[in-house]
């Protein structure tokens, strides 16, 4: 055929829609089935005019539409499966919520709530009550303010305590974390001036001695998240801080990052501040995120003395950063959980998968393995051997957790073609290449999901 015939012969849009494939489907939104039409005819008909193609089938046009359709259907926010092994993975949605969260959220969501009715006096009430209690019988603090997230926490904390005013920081913290939150640029929106005291390595006591005056906000002190400082090194430590504020009736601010509530060194992890612990060492205001070794969403919480923390409910930048009634049901699920330690451990995802017993981890990757080989057979090149898993969350970026991961060839088909359709897959799979072979960390895939990996493999590798 040429040109002209193979354009005119391209099926009309009405025609299609009664085509028994694309006309059963009952659930799909018309807009997306016209769309998806007209978008996959109008490929056909530019790649007849540019000349690279010169025979198409009726049939090859249907599946064409039929693939783009269910492309357009599928949510964009979806599930993946995470293999790398990378716990609070930034980029992976961090923590994974506990069961009871998800149901808070689900009850809380589905019909009316009282977010911001008071059920005792029937009258208006805050939407901020409904975790400050929890909070300060968790942690051990006076007052409690839960924000987005803690770049806003500590945001809200420095345009409160230090607008106008300097914010005194020790050159060793100045972080940056992963998405562009900057100490230094978040000081600058926040109004407060920034003055760094010390070097990158070492500083001493007698730096923040030096640079307090009468022009000082806040003596702010922000965790090293996601790096460390090795060799000849020195930070003051927060007791002596908090004597120094004190001294000089300045507030001491900390970002702590990740906000541990237990002692994860009793869990074979390497030893993490607590918040429990600045706020016992007198801290004024401690910030930390919700969504990473918390266990909970997105949120940044803001804890420590009432003065400081009231100032922080009536500054008007509160308002713009307010928690949203998700997040606080959610929020609220987790922290109940943290009441009783032996459940932290148990319920909440991410704390299991942290926690989890090496030859635990071990039996699991050697029964993904046997799964794989089963579907699979001599098609791929299967092995289980050790690895490390990484925390993640900018948290403790030196831990190398000990792990056992399910290493994957194939002779015939390339690891990177591997990766691509594994990402593409209808429930996407995230894995973890290293050197010629692609790695399945189980530390961070649930046991359901085992049948995914191994079935996604035998469609991309055949068995
Ligand atoms: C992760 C982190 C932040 C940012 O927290 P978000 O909740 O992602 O906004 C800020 N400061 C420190 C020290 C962190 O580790």
Do not use: W
Not at 5 to 29: H, Q
Not at 186 to 207: C, I, P, Q, Y
């Amino acid at each position: 055929m040429n040109k002209k015939e193979l354009l005119s012969y391209l099926p009309k849009v009405d025609s299609i829609l009664m085509d028994n494939r694309i006309a059963s489907l009952k659930e799909v939104s018309r807009s997306i089935i016209l769309e998806a039409i007209r978008e996959t005819i109008e490929l056909y008909r530019e790649s007849i005019l540019h000349e690279k193609l010169s025979e198409y089938s009726y049939d090859e046009i249907i599946k064409d539409i039929l693939s783009n359709i269910k492309k357009k259907n599928s949510f964009h926010l979806k599930k993946v499966v995470n293999a790398t092994g990378t716990v609070l993975h930034t980029n992976l949605g961090r923590a994974v919520l506990a069961k009871s969260a998800v149901e808070a959220v689900i009850n809380t969501s589905t019909g009316y709530n009282n977010l911001e009715f008071n059920l005792d006096e029937g009258v208006r009430g805050s939407r901020y009550c409904h975790v400050e209690e929890l909070l300060c019988k968790i942690t051990g603090s006076e007052a409690a303010l839960v924000v987005n997230n803690n770049a806003a926490a500590v945001m809200l904390v420095l345009s409160s305590l230090s607008k106008g005013r300097e914010a005194v920081v020790s050159r060793g913290q100045l972080v940056e974390i992963g998405g562009s939150f900057r100490i230094p640029a978040v000081m600058e929106l926040s109004g407060a001036k920034l003055v760094e005291v010390g070097t990158t390595n070492r500083t001493h006591l007698f730096d923040y001695e030096n640079a307090v005056s009468e022009n000082t906000g806040v003596i702010l002190r922000v965790h090293q998240s996601n790096y460390k400082i090795l060799g000849f090194t020195e930070e003051v430590n927060l007791e002596d801080l908090v004597k120094l504020g004190n001294e000089h009736d300045i507030p001491v601010v900390e970002d702590i990052g990740s906000g541990v509530l237990i002692d994860v060194t009793k869990y074979g992890l390497s030893y993490e501040p607590t918040v429990q612990n600045s706020i016992e060492q007198g801290i004024d205001v401690v910030t930390f995120s919700g969504d990473k070794m918390l266990g909970g969403p997105q949120a940044g919480i803001i804890l420590g003395k009432k003065k400081y923390i009231d100032m922080m409910k009536t500054n008007q930048l509160t308002r713009a950063l307010r928690i949203d009634k998700l997040t606080l049901a959610a929020l609220e699920a987790t922290l109940r959980i943290y009441l009783d330690e032996e459940r932290v451990i148990k319920e909440i995802p991410g704390m299991a998968m942290l926690t989890k017993d090496i030859l635990e981890l071990k039996r699991d990757a050697q029964r993904l393995s046997r799964m794989i080989k089963n579907l699979l057979g001599n098609n791929v090149n299967l092995e289980v051997i050790r690895d490390f898993s990484q925390v993640g969350g900018g948290a403790m970026p030196l831990e190398n957790l000990e792990t056992y991961v399910v290493s994957i060839n194939a002779p015939n088909i390339s690891l990177d073609k591997i990766e691509y359709d594994l990402r593409k897959n209808e429930i996407p799979i995230i894995t973890r290449i290293s050197k010629d072979r692609m790695l399945f960390d189980v530390r961070t895939i649930f046991p359901e999901e085992y049948k995914i990996i191994s079935q996604a493999l035998y469609r991309i590798i055949g068995g």
